[in-house]
């Protein structure tokens, strides 16, 4: 039966290498792989919204946004006379007021009679869409258990793929994350910390991925294509803009059961045909074309090698002594930090200190990403050209790609907790900040296969370990600084201002310590040299043909 598949993706496969080489199917597989790794991490920042019961709030043009009082109406008139955006603003919150009454006397009327707290005693149930009465410490934990989990999950991420290759480690672990998110509106009804270990788990799935997918770029990919390869890892930004409007709109439209169950089933689907699809590397590829296999492995001749390194090939001790993979670990952890703080925070800022509704959080938290994945196209297609050109140095290039990619975003990051209530400057900062942080994949993103390719998926698993702390540092940090004190926008203030210094300070410590060449280290270490004259003695004593025949 299996051999029988295996013969038909060649002929299947052999129609399409004329138009469609089939690193670009890689590329597209990777980036779904990304793109539903994220749909189940942000489950829980988004539906910890509706799951969580607490008393009515006022969800009109935002809690923060209304204006009651027509002298303070006059005076924001008189400000933003010379203020081009206020006019769209303006329109935006007058066309949002006209179905004021008729939406809060819904959601008011919903909030009565199905929003009321669940009974500890209920019974389980499918789509009651009974919210729980959990404190916000509780809250806290739920957000940064995926975090707990994330932090440990790239180091195994990176073992799996050394070990048994990225493909299968992603395999099995998209299909325990969907299995666990489907299950997860039954685990919340047990017990609030069930469901936070269960996260746990998740997070160590989510884990995996981007260390396996690093170890494909380096396989699949010629170097003069590996930024455009990298640019298919930002499939979890994809995922990002789609998953927040998309479960957030479930969620309020039906229950927020639904927003658990519909991405899992087609979380589930998509490991179908990532399993048919998916290879290592060109060489195990049953449907490449000999001439796209030899010219993969012809450009990465010298660089990457073909066979998978054993554990006691991999230079530990190298890799955590030296001056430049710190370096860029500590950037790595910047980046992160300012990922983590928009995927866990920003729909709480949005629905709790502006007072959104949960539809319009999800929006407009999900819109700055697609900055990030368009900016991004644009920085991968120009680091390839300028590397492809030798205009500068390799290094020379990921340290001014960290001006774009962590400098910009901290500015911006601070700007938006001083617009309050303007709508479409709140919008623009958050479009910035996330799109120029799209450069990240032409600087700490691409780091770890200048300096080592052999080691990529392994370098990336440490850096995104380490980096990965800060996701169960932020959500606990959120509650302790705003969330106790009701999200009022001066302590959120406090938060971005803490979000831009860590950013901007992993910056720093890259631009001095930071390289852009290939480590000594990156060689295969040699096995045991009593192991291997065994093995060299074993085939000297067996006896030739000419021997034999005597």
């Known amino acids: 039966m299996y051999q029988e598949c295996d013969e038909r993706i060649p002929l299947i496969t052999s129609r399409k290498k004329r138009w469609i080489p089939m690193r670009i199917w890689m590329c597209l597989m990777m980036f779904t792989a990304c793109w539903t790794s994220y749909a189940c991490r942000l489950q829980m920042p988004i539906l910890v919204v509706p799951m969580i019961y607490e008393p009515l709030i006022n969800y009109t043009n935002g809690g923060a946004c209304v204006y009651d009082d027509e002298s303070a109406r006059r005076k924001r008139d008189v400000v933003n006379l010379f203020d081009p955006g206020s006019y769209l603003e303006e329109y935006v919150l007058d066309r949002m007021q006209e179905d004021r009454d008729q939406r809060l006397h819904s959601l008011q009327r919903r909030q009565v009679t199905a929003s009321m707290p669940r009974s500890p005693d209920a019974r389980f149930a499918f789509f009651s869409g009974e919210p729980f009465d959990w404190t916000p410490t509780v809250r806290g934990q739920l957000l940064a258990a995926y975090g707990y989990g994330n932090a440990p999950g790239n180091f195994i991420g990176g073992w799996l793929s050394l070990r048994y290759g990225p493909r299968h480690a992603i395999l099995w672990t ?24 269960s996260r746990v788990i998740v997070g160590v799935t989510g884990g995996v991925i981007f260390p396996a997918c690093h170890t494909m770029v380096a396989k699949w990919a010629p170097p003069h294509e590996r930024a455009r390869f990298i640019w298919s890892l930002l499939g979890g930004t994809f995922g990002t803009i789609l998953t927040y409007p998309m479960i957030a709109g479930i969620a309020e439209s039906t229950n927020w059961e639904s927003g658990w169950y519909i991405p899992s089933l087609l979380m589930l689907l998509w490991t179908l045909v990532w399993a048919v699809i998916a290879y290592d590397s060109p060489a195990e590829h049953p449907g490449i074309s000999d001439e796209e296999k030899n010219y993969i492995i012809t450009a990465q001749a010298g660089i990457v090698r073909t066979e998978k390194p054993r554990w006691k090939q991999t230079p530990i001790r190298q890799i955590f002594r030296s001056i430049p993979f710190i370096s860029l670990v500590i950037c790595h952890y910047g980046n992160l930090f300012l990922l983590f703080f928009y995927q866990n925070s920003l729909m709480l800022y949005l629905t709790k200190a502006l007072g959104f509704r949960l539809t319009q959080g999800g ?64 919008n623009v900062f ?30 990336y698993g440490i850096m995104n370990t380490v980096g990965s702390t800060s996701g169960f540092v932020i959500p606990p940090l959120v509650e302790e600084i705003a969330g106790k004190y009701g999200n009022p926008i001066e302590r959120w203030q406090i938060l971005f201002w803490i979000g831009a210094g860590v950013c901007i300070g992993s910056m720093v410590v890259f631009l001095f310590g930071g390289k852009g060449n290939i480590q000594s280290w990156n060689e295969y270490r040699p096995l045991d040299r009593p192991q291997a004259d065994i093995e060299a003695r074993q085939i000297n004593s067996e006896p030739s043909d000419d021997v034999a025949r005597t």
């Open 363 to 426: 929006a407009a938290a999900g819109a700055p990403w697609a900055a990030r994945m368009l900016f991004g196209f644009f920085f991968s297609w120009a680091g390839d050209t300028i590397k492809r050109k030798q205009i500068i140095s390799v290094g020379l290039l990921r340290k001014l790609a960290t001006i774009f990619s962590h400098f910009i975003p901290g500015i911006f990051l601070i700007l938006v907790g001083y617009v309050g209530c303007n709508f479409v400057l709140a």
């Open 174 to 197: 998209s299909i325990l994350a969907a299995v666990i998110s489907l299950v997860s509106p039954f685990i919340a009804q047990c017990h609030w910390g069930f469901l936070m270990f």
């Open 430 to 459: 958050l479009f910035f900040a996330l799109g120029f942080n799209g450069a990240a994949l032409i600087s700490n993103l691409s780091n770890n296969q200048d300096l080592a390719p052999n080691f990529a998926g392994f370098l």
